[in-house]
């Protein structure tokens, strides 16, 4: 069964800092992987998809990278801002459907 | 675009009472669809997979008789808690696909809040 690791399991960062949230999954025999963020009692936003044979995707001021071979993934997030702050999961999806979460990073920007 | 609608958003009810979930796709045809249970502070488990006119497949540890999933056509997805006790009471979450392969991401609905008294 894959397991995901997210580390650092929180952050509190002042507005305008760079950052990076690390995802490592112990299976890389994956399909594709996807980032998302979850605000409390709140269902799942999808932010990035990256497939298997891509090594990064963009969305504004997000970039996620993907190392299958080793088992890494990473969610850059630019000049962040307030409205950021929420649990971010990065889920590694294998072939059609299983998708495993880890526990998240819980993401605070002070203003 | 890509919009998925869970309903309803919190259920209150008395242990022994069957509890329906909708999961509904409001903008594009969901092949297949996901329901996850999230415990407070836990990540999400997933419990089971459904496509389109096909029977659900559960994850290892789920009971099928418990937890009946009913995918009859390309936009809505339902989840029934049949005989529900305090121990099923979770934050249960849908999602849903626009392929069975997964080269399309999954969206997520806003979850459901279960809780037996």
């Known amino acids: 069964k894959q397991e995901v690791t997210q580390i650092p399991a929180a952050l509190s960062v002042p507005e305008g800092e760079n950052l990076v949230l690390n995802c490592s999954f112990t299976?890389?025999?994956?399909?594709?992987l996807q980032w998302f963020r979850q605000d409390p009692g709140k269902g799942l936003t999808s932010l990035l998809l990256i497939q298997s044979s891509q090594r990064e995707q963009t969305s504004g001021r997000l970039n996620a990278s993907l190392d299958k071979s080793s088992g890494r993934s990473t969610l850059y997030i630019a000049a962040s801002q307030p409205g950021d702050s929420a649990t971010y999961l990065c889920a590694p999806g294998a072939t059609g459907n299983q998708f495993y979460f880890g526990t998240g990073t819980s993401l605070t920007v002070i203003p | 675009g890509a919009v998925v609608s869970q309903h309803p958003s919190w259920v209150i009810c008395k242990s022994g009472t069957s509890v329906k979930i909708e999961c509904r796709s409001l903008d594009f045809q969901a092949t297949t669809m996901f329901w996850y249970r999230q415990f407070p502070k836990q990540s999400l488990m997933l419990m089971a997979t459904?496509?389109?006119?096909?029977?659900?497949?559960?994850e290892q540890g789920v009971e099928k008789d418990k937890f009946l999933i009913n995918h009859a056509s390309l936009t809505l997805s339902t989840l029934t808690v049949t005989s529900a006790h305090p121990e099923d009471s979770s934050f249960y979450i849908c999602?849903?696909?626009?392929?069975?392969?997964?080269?399309?991401?999954?969206?997520f609905g806003d979850g459901t809040r279960l809780s037996i008294l």
């Open positions: 999602s849903a696909r626009g392929d069975r392969l997964g080269n399309q991401p999954q969206h």
């Open positions: 459904s496509n389109e006119g096909s029977k659900a497949t559960y």
């Open positions: 299976d890389s025999a994956i399909y594709n």
